[in-house]
């Protein structure tokens, strides 16, 4: 069985960092791309940042230039570097990456959140 486990969020004052983890376990043969989502409440959860297995990163517009998205192969680990964090950064952020368990084909895999809260 595979998972997605998140570590790292919490509440910080507007303009400061926080860094998030993302460690996948279980019988995994190959990850492909991994990457963040964020759900803000009443909103629909949108992408923040992925990373390809040769290292091509994307980014929402509203991140871009503040977050970097960054992974460890070997440890199956997929990381959020958040700099200069505003208000409108506070939401549940989700690690998501499409695993081909050993004997299975690729899927879409979710952690279980973990909150980021932005003071102003």
């Known amino acids: 069985q595979v998972q997605l486990v998140e570590s790292g969020g919490g509440l910080v004052q507007a303009g400061g960092s926080l860094r998030l983890s993302c460690v996948a376990s279980?019988?995994?043969?190959?990850?492909?791309?991994m990457g963040w989502y964020r759900q803000a409440p009443g909103k629909q959860r949108e992408l923040v940042a992925t990373v390809s297995s040769v290292g091509t990163r994307t980014y929402a517009s509203s991140v871009k230039g503040r977050f970097t998205v960054s992974r460890d192969n070997a440890r199956n680990t997929v990381y959020l570097q958040m700099n200069s964090l505003e208000s409108e950064d506070t939401a549940v952020y989700y690690c998501n990456a499409r695993i081909a368990p050993y004997g299975a084909g690729y899927s879409n895999y979710w952690g279980q959140g973990t909150q980021v809260t932005v003071s102003s």
């Open positions: 279980g019988s995994i043969s190959s990850i492909n791309v």
